[in-house]
């Protein structure tokens, strides 16, 4: 794992990148993509041999870091038998893929519907919920994101939801807890939690109750800001489901196989939903592959009633092949157990010592491999390091933290206000120290920009 400068490569691959590749959520001409080389467990590098420690997991997906021989061996394998086939057949990657999650997946969740990301199966557990309920609307949280496609990025609460919302899709926002940053004025954890679910149940009575199909939340919340919910309020939310005859869906697409210290962030909170939505950490995307799993009564919906959907690359056997071997990886490596021994010992205790000496740092939240740093200006007041949505020079300060989290070889996950450590699952103590060193210069940064 000893990178090889090459930069001349490197320019033509940047060239190549100018030219011809359209890059999602960009304003092509004002970024600067860097050339990857290589990569391999919790490293990158460029063509100019500059090593990085992803604190960012890719997209948070690759939990079983890049290039797992294990993985890669079982793509190679599954390909040389075959390569694709179509999803109305009986295949065995695919078969066992869907066993494999349905064994791990909380309840009665024992169908697998496969897609290929977390997008469509958003799309496709709204879509399941409506036909199952016979309702048009569905309740999501502002600080949320489900995906970029038309109905997934109209149930996203971030900003990225504002250039193609339609007032036609059927969505209705509402607050879900956030102490740090309370809509409920609440000081405690079960004031929040309360007012929180009278918020939620007062938004459902007034949208009217007959008409709501779903309500959807991420588990815990990804990149809005990793906010674990106060104890009890996955549960709340599951008894107003149930009042109502509501469908309750847990998008675990980033918080899912192995991320929070569980298989399943659901089971740090004994909350079973009636669907949830997968992809990224199934087979820390070394092939696209989403999903959704589904309880009894929704699949009984569609036992003698068509379901009026499906993909063309649905349970592709390269995907599935790979999700097999990430999660018998997982399994016989121990690594959601190290997640979530290192999230306890070293990485939570080790950013909070970071909070108290940096006067950047607002709030450290976060388990297992999933964790968030809030970056603000002034502790006392919580004014946002960067305003809400910020670009160009109001960003100005993130962005100087990021660059000196980079300088520092480290890559940071960065969005508005926060700074997220979120380094593949199979991540070593040796390196989260590392990282956090990084970090900790970087936040001197951070630093500068406080009152």
């Not at 999602?24 to 460029?46: K, M, R, T």
């Not at 569609?302 to 399994?331: D, E, Q």
Request: aromatic fraction near 10%.
């Amino acid at each position: 794992m000893t990178p090889q400068p090459n930069p001349e490569a490197g320019a033509a691959v940047k060239a190549a990148d100018r030219d011809h590749v359209f890059h999602s959520w960009s304003a092509q001409e004002l970024i600067d993509p860097l050339a990857v080389a290589g990569a391999e467990g919790s490293y990158f590098w460029d063509y100019d041999g500059r090593r990085y420690l992803d604190f960012s997991s890719g997209l948070v997906y690759t939990n079983v870091g890049y290039q797992h021989p294990r993985v890669v061996a079982a793509i190679q394998e599954q390909a040389a038998r075959m390569t694709t086939f179509a999803p109305a057949f009986a295949i065995e990657a695919r078969s066992e893929a869907a066993r494999l999650i349905a064994e791990r997946t909380p309840g009665d969740l024992d169908k697998i519907f496969f897609t290929n990301g977390g997008a469509d199966a958003v799309e496709h557990a709204i879509r399941m919920a409506r036909l199952h309920t016979g309702r048009p609307k569905v309740l999501s949280a502002y600080r949320s994101y489900h995906g970029g496609t038309q109905q997934a990025v109209n149930i996203t609460g971030d900003p990225r939801r504002w250039a193609s919302d339609s007032g036609t899709a059927g969505v209705v926002h509402f607050w879900a807890p956030y102490l740090y940053r309370s809509r409920f004025y609440a000081e405690t954890e079960e004031q929040e939690c309360a007012r929180a679910l009278e918020h939620l149940e007062t938004t459902i009575a007034f949208e009217g109750p007959s008409t709501v199909a779903a309500i959807i939340l991420e588990t815990i919340p990804g990149t809005a800001g990793i906010m674990v919910p106060p104890p009890g309020y996955l549960a709340g939310v599951r008894e107003l489901c149930d009042k109502y005859g509501i469908v309750f869906v847990l998008d675990e697409v980033m918080a899912g196989f192995g991320r929070t210290g569980e298989w399943f962030a659901a089971d740090l909170f004994g909350v079973t939903p009636d669907l949830l939505t997968f992809a990224k950490g199934v087979n820390s995307g070394y092939v696209p592959l989403g999903g959704v799993a589904i309880s009894g009564a929704i699949a009984e919906t569609f036992g003698k009633r068509p379901y009026p959907g499906g993909l063309t690359y649905s349970g592709h056997p390269l995907a599935c092949a790979a999700a097999v071997a990430t999660i018998n990886v997982m399994a016989e490596e121990g690594v959601v157990e190290n997640a979530a021994r290192l999230g306890a010992n070293v990485v939570g205790p080790q950013l909070r010592e970071l909070a108290a000496r940096h006067p950047s740092v607002g709030e450290v939240r976060g388990v297992g491999m999933f964790w968030a740093l809030e970056l603000v200006r002034d502790r006392e007041t919580r004014e946002p390091l960067v305003p809400y949505n910020a670009a160009g020079e109001a960003n100005a300060p993130m962005a100087a933290f990021a660059a000196a989290a980079k300088n520092g070889g480290l890559w940071p996950f960065v969005n508005m206000n926060r700074t997220h450590v979120v380094p593949p699952c199979t991540v070593t103590e040796a390196e989260l120290k590392e990282g956090l060193a990084a970090l900790d210069a970087a936040l001197s940064v951070a630093d500068e920009y406080t009152k």
